[in-house]
């Protein structure tokens, strides 16, 4: 599925089930939970003996009949669609273990494999990507099941530039029998593979985003502009460069502009549709501005002055 299990997107409750069904002692802290995830994300959880089998079943159908209320939902903003996603995919994975339970009832059973249906139906409608308006229509793709993303990273390492490596190797061709050259090909050491890589500087302290910060992708996105700007830059080029950079879900928004070939332009406007609400886009739009009136200046030519400006 292309819907990603993000712990900044799961209540604590939630977290201390992911912890407890992965057979850890949870965090008491919130922060100290969705670290403890993120590091344990690969670990298989299992059915253990502390669960109560009919508070977790009461749990799971309260949590069940929200859901379906959300998923009927005719519409969604990209981060709304990202934490519910998170939610869909914590509780199918969580009525999937409630099935595993020993000892439980046909009823219940019968309950487990119906909703995990409705919430796959969910997760797969989840998974389409509504783009932008261009030329007046609105087009859609879907998420590749498979696809390379960034992994998940520590906090502290999580500013750590992608290592730049540079071949020190070419190939020339090599002289046949004959005098004459052929197709054979034989590595030969270049000195320029000992040479820094042009953009090393300007990743040494690029940033690895995931695009639930919106400080943080503002950030990125100036990066990016400022790279952008290198010479002889595609934006293929630049669209490749930046899947290392991105966690999920930015990464999947990279990855599916990728695969379609669209412009970094497109891409830019699809992403601040996607992570950023509507409020927050208003504020960054508003620019501030401080001008003291001079001493000699009438309140007439101070506001002018503040309007050409503006």
Aim: with cysteine; hydrophobic share 40%; charged share 25%.
């Amino acid at each position: 599925m292309a819907v990603s299990l993000v712990p900044e997107h799961l209540r604590k409750p939630e977290l201390v089930f992911e912890m407890q069904s992965r057979s850890l002692v949870p965090d008491p802290d919130v922060k100290g939970l969705r670290a403890q995830l993120r590091s344990h994300m690969g670990v298989k959880r299992a059915w253990q003996p502390s669960f109560v089998f009919e508070s977790e079943f009461d749990a799971c159908k309260t949590r069940m009949e929200e859901l379906e209320d959300d998923i009927d939902m005719p519409s969604l903003s990209g981060s709304a669609r990202a934490r519910l996603g998170s939610q869909i995919l914590h509780w199918h994975d969580r009525i999937e273990l409630l099935a595993s339970a020993p000892g439980i009832d046909v009823d219940s059973l019968k309950w487990t494999r119906e909703a995990c249906v409705k919430l796959r139906t969910a997760l797969e409608s989840l998974a389409e990507v509504k783009s932008v308006k261009e030329k007046g229509s609105i087009f859609s793709e879907s998420v590749p099941n498979g696809f390379l993303a960034a992994p998940l990273i520590p906090d502290h390492v999580s500013r750590e530039p992608a290592p730049i490596l540079a071949n020190p190797t070419c190939l020339e061709p090599t002289p046949e029998g004959d005098g004459e050259y052929g197709r054979g090909l034989v590595p030969k050491f270049s000195c320029f593979g000992k040479l820094p890589h042009p953009l090393a500087a300007a990743f040494q302290n690029f940033p690895r985003v995931d695009g639930l910060d919106v400080n943080a992708l503002v950030i990125f996105l100036r990066e990016v502009f400022r790279l952008r700007e290198f010479p002889g830059m595609t934006d293929e080029t630049l669209m490749q460069m930046l899947a290392s950079f991105c966690l999920k879900p930015l990464s999947e928004r990279v990855v599916d502009c990728v695969r379609r070939g669209v412009p970094f332009d497109r891409f830019h406007a699809e992403v601040l549709e996607f992570f950023i609400p509507i409020r927050v886009m208003e504020r960054l739009r508003v620019e501030l501005l401080y001008r003291p009136q001079a001493p000699v200046e009438t309140l007439s030519q101070f506001v002018g002055e503040i309007r050409e400006v503006a």
